[in-house]
């Protein structure tokens, strides 16, 4: 298994930029293709933001295409988030999740059910 330790989330204002990281131990990090979730007050988790064990695939929610780029750096063991232009509906909670499902179709075919979840980092954006 793996354990996951989100970190980055801070308040920021409107427009500002922010990068979030997410840190793997226990179990080999490559192997798992990985993810970004995000829970705003009041509202059900929601997927952000997907990538392949190499990094060559992403896939990001629609609300945050051409803002964010999620990206990884295997040999540190790290997952990234960067956000820009943020907007006050970006303010949530965001998680970092890992599965052992190599492909983007076979996660949305498991309706986002991922194996690990970090406990979360706030982002609190301001208008």
């Known amino acids: 298994q793996v354990q996951l330790v989100e970190s980055g989330g801070q308040l920021v204002q409107a427009g500002d930029s922010l990068t979030l990281s997410c840190v793997g131990s226990?179990?080999?990090?490559?192997?798992?293709?990985m993810a970004w979730f995000r829970q705003a007050p009041g509202k059900e988790r929601e997927f952000v933001a997907w990538?392949?064990?190499?990094?060559?695939?992403?896939y990001l929610t629609d609300s945050v295409t051409g803002r964010f780029i999620i990206s990884r750096d295997n040999p540190r063991n790290t997952l990234f988030l960067q956000m820009r232009n943020l907007k006050p509906e970006d303010t949530a909670v965001y998680y970092c999740?890992?599965?052992?499902?190599?492909?983007?179709?076979?996660?949305?075919?498991?309706?986002?059910?991922?194996?690990?979840w970090g406990k979360g980092t706030l982002v609190t954006v301001s208008s």
């Open positions: 999740a890992a599965t052992r499902l190599v492909s983007f179709s076979s996660v949305v075919g498991q309706n986002y059910g991922m194996d690990y």
């Open positions: 226990g179990d080999t990090f490559r192997t798992y293709t």
């Open positions: 990538i392949s064990r190499g990094g060559v695939e992403q």
